[in-house]
């Protein structure tokens, strides 16, 4: 599987961005798929993920509320809408791609990653 991050940029605090990330093979709907983010000087972070069928999603505590992970089984292509954006996560986001039908958070258990696309928010 391969995996091309897509949608950051540059925006103010309290605004929003769509980061999408689309992956090549046949077998996307069976991965579950991952968004982690590394910001300057600190271990990459889990953030949100999403299980085959989207029946199982779970959030870091530090964006749940805020950001929404969906895929689109059809498209291969999964996303992360981030909402009431703060300084705090300005970071390298990158997205992931596991061969399991457990959802985790640790970012040892995938097996395939993005390039990462830059998120940097203003205050």
């Known amino acids: 599987v391969q995996l091309q991050a897509s949608g950051g940029g540059l925006v103010q605090a309290g605004g929003s961005l769509r980061l999408s990330c689309a992956a090549s093979?046949?077998?996307?709907?069976?991965?579950?798929m991952g968004w982690f983010r590394q910001a300057p000087g600190l271990e990459r972070e889990f953030v949100a993920a999403?299980?085959?069928?989207?029946?199982?999603?779970y959030y870091a505590d530090s964006v749940k509320g805020r950001f929404t992970i969906s895929r689109d089984n059809a498209k291969n292509t999964v996303y992360l809408q981030m909402n009431s954006l703060k300084s705090e996560d300005t970071a390298v986001y990158y997205c992931?791609?596991?061969?399991?039908?457990?959802?985790?958070?640790?970012?040892?258990?995938?097996?395939?990653w993005g390039q990462g696309t830059q998120v940097t928010v203003s205050s």
């Open positions: 093979g046949r077998t996307f709907r069976s991965y579950v």
């Open positions: 992931a791609a596991e061969d399991s039908p457990l959802v985790h958070r640790d970012s040892r258990e995938y097996d395939y």
């Open positions: 999403i299980s085959w069928l989207g029946g199982t999603i």
